[in-house]
């Protein structure tokens, strides 16, 4: 099986965490530590043989058990003809933009803006929820979703697996994000921007930074990849990435 930038190094990520396996004609994601974790939990399915979802659920049920969602990672180039069934089923559809660079662009940061290794978990949780809650999503699954998240995350900066970066404004914490090596390239993980420091340059200076670092350990390129429908794609830009190719997902509560 060949897979794109993105979805390939969501791959080699999911399995620091979590299981990626083999099973038959495609390939299973599972991450034990949390399992209301989409993308975590789920099908990945080869965009030739994506079928119809019924046909698919018997695999659900065997290899993801009492998972309370459906989540495929598609694997290639989806048409819209076979996305329909899965559309008609109730499935939501996401394209995101997988973005690249091999250079660090950008003004250097305010003087007010400090950034470095991120050194408190426990602001990082409340920057998280605080953005998420913006988004709608606020309930308490979500807060359990956010912090099996965060520890599994932490474990990977413990294991030297990733590097997690911080930005502090004003002495506060106002952004996170992390950097995974992986041998395609250093990918980025959860930019994530308190709701009160956005269009302030904080996520720009901050991958900026991060990026930098990554390279100068060695990375041959830095990897990201952000929802086709949000702004980020100009934040990034800014700092020197460009878009070199799109990722689809289907979930389904």
């Not at 060949?2 to 390939?8: H, K, R």
């Not at 990026?211 to 390129?221: S, V, W, Y």
């Amino acid at each position: 099986m060949t897979t794109e930038l993105g979805l390939a190094t969501d791959l080699v990520i999911a399995a620091l965490t979590g299981e990626v396996r083999l099973s038959g004609d495609h390939r299973v994601v599972v991450t034990p530590s949390n399992p209301t974790f989409y993308s975590g939990n789920a099908l990945v399915i080869p965009a030739a043989i994506l079928a119809e979802p019924e046909a698919w659920e018997p695999s659900f049920v065997v290899e993801l058990p009492g998972a309370p969602h459906r989540m495929v990672l598609v694997d290639g180039e989806v048409t819209d003809a076979a996305l329909a069934p899965w559309l008609a089923a109730g499935f939501v559809a996401t394209t995101s933009d997988v973005m690249v660079a091999n250079a660090m662009i950008g003004p250097p940061p305010r003087d007010a803006l400090v950034l470095g290794a991120l050194d408190d978990w426990d602001a990082a949780r409340e920057i998280t929820l605080a953005s998420d809650a913006v988004e709608g999503h606020a309930d308490a699954g979500h807060v359990g979703f956010v912090r099996a998240r965060l520890a599994g995350q932490r474990a990977l900066v413990e294991r030297g697996a990733a590097r997690w970066y911080g930005a502090r404004l004003d002495g506060a914490l106002v952004a996170t994000l992390g950097i995974v090596a992986t041998e395609l390239g250093a990918r980025f993980q959860d930019v994530i921007t308190h709701p009160d420091a956005r269009r302030r340059g904080v996520a720009s200076a901050l991958v900026a930074h991060a990026g930098r670092a990554a390279l100068a350990d060695g990375a041959t390129r830095l990897i990201i990849v952000v929802d086709s429908e949000s702004t980020a794609q100009r934040v990034y830009a800014r700092v020197g990435f460009a878009t070199v190719g799109t990722t689809t997902n289907l979930s389904r509560t």
